[in-house]
């Protein structure tokens, strides 16, 4: 595996240099070509007829070439410098030899290529020092230009990529600390709801040996479904409320006829995805303050239904009615705990409430509505 991606890595790199290359060749060839159109206009005007092409159009882009030819060094350098708030003086010492290197090129490379760029009425230019030295004064501002815009231009783009990369690794940096955040939060259900159970199941123990002993038996089943799913973040509606319905046979042996429990699931919210253990804290809430609140019991309703693209989980239980202190959100482990998963993974378009309704107590739930993993809608 790390040998595929190295390769993809090399392959990636190179491809992004040839496309480098291509640009840097085009975008000079079209700068020569509308400096050759202005050097025709102007002749044209000058001579009072226009000009032939070899006149105008050989030189501009023999000069241009070159800088084409010297940009990818001169973007090297510029990236290479180190530029920073805190360093100036190196950068700008590499950046200044970086052009005396540019002007000696230039002029070489000039000398050289004189002749048949110039088309074959080209009077030659003699390679001598002298030609060089009068090459180098006739032209010098013009390559400090040039060399000074790549140079702009190089420190640009880096940097622009550079804060590109910033971003991008940052994005990363949170979604990790959301995944590592989510992955907490669905950690702490589990140690929970363990306690919870077996503390039920210890108190059993003194009344009734045989069904605290079934009890643990399918405890251990629950926890196996639950470890395999622990690494999934959201699962199907179908997966929840098979783990729900055997949380709640398992606590219908400890309250044996006090709780009853009833699903009205609409066939076409079975496939739909939500959250992880997500319903569980909410019936064990109902258990726990509701049911067990109660001499004579009650029952526990699950409904689904969707309405439009939205899944929406209610749960309602015969318990004592909630509190003012309740009702305006101070909750416990269970509801803090869905609340910032549901926040984590959907933002503002997820609504968890509990209130009183018709004499019961009502928690309802609704997440964006969604069948498959890509359609998940996670925030960073």
């Known amino acids: 595996m790390p040998e595929r991606e190295s390769v993809s890595l090399t ?35 000058t001579r009072g007829k226009a000009p032939h092409w070899n006149e105008v159009l050989w030189l501009p882009l023999a000069r241009y070439w070159i800088y084409a030819a010297l940009t990818p060094g001169v973007f090297w350098l510029a990236r290479r410098s180190g530029y920073s708030r805190g360093r100036r003086f190196r950068p700008t010492v590499l950046i200044a030899l970086g052009f005396v290197a540019f002007q000696v090129v230039y002029v070489i490379l000039r000398l050289a290529f004189y002749p048949p760029v110039q088309g074959p009425m080209a009077t030659p230019l003699p390679r001598t020092f002298s030609s060089a030295v009068d090459l180098t004064r006739s032209s010098l501002f013009e390559q400090l230009w040039m060399y000074a815009s790549v140079v702009v231009v190089g420190l640009t783009l880096h940097y622009y990529e550079e804060a590109r990369n ?100 609409s066939p076409e919210t079975l496939d739909a995805l939500l959250p992880n253990m997500v319903l569980q804290p909410l019936v064990e809430n109902a258990v726990r303050h509701g049911i067990a609140a109660r001499r004579e019991g009650g029952t526990i309703e699950i409904e689904t239904s969707r309405r439009e693209d939205m899944l929406f989980v209610t749960i309602t239980n015969d318990g004592p009615p909630l509190t003012a202190t309740a009702s305006t959100g101070r909750s416990g482990v269970g509801l803090d705990n869905t609340r910032n998963r549901l926040l984590q993974l959907y933002g503002s378009s997820s609504r968890l409430e509990i209130c009183n309704r018709r004499g019961r107590v009502e928690v309802s739930l609704e997440v964006p509505f969604h069948e498959t993993v890509g359609e998940e809608r996670t925030l960073a």
């Open 11 to 45: 392959t990636d790199r190179w491809a992004s240099w040839r496309r480098f290359l291509v640009m840097d060749f085009l975008i000079w060839t079209a700068l020569a070509i509308l400096l050759a159109i202005q050097n025709y206009y102007n002749l044209a005007e």
């Open 166 to 265: 910033r971003e991008l690794r940052e994005a990363m940096l949170r979604t990790r600390f959301a995944e590592y955040e989510l992955q907490i939060l669905k950690l702490q259900l589990h140690p929970h709801f363990l306690f919870n159970t077996l503390n039920g199941i210890s108190a059993l123990m003194a009344i009734d040996v045989k069904t605290a002993q079934e009890m643990i038996l399918r405890l251990s089943d629950l926890l196996r479904i639950a470890l395999s799913h622990s690494s999934s973040r959201e699962i199907s509606l179908r997966e929840e409320i098979d783990f729900v319905e055997g949380y709640l046979n398992l606590e219908q042996m400890r309250f044996g006829a006090r709780l009853k429990f009833l699903f009205h699931v």
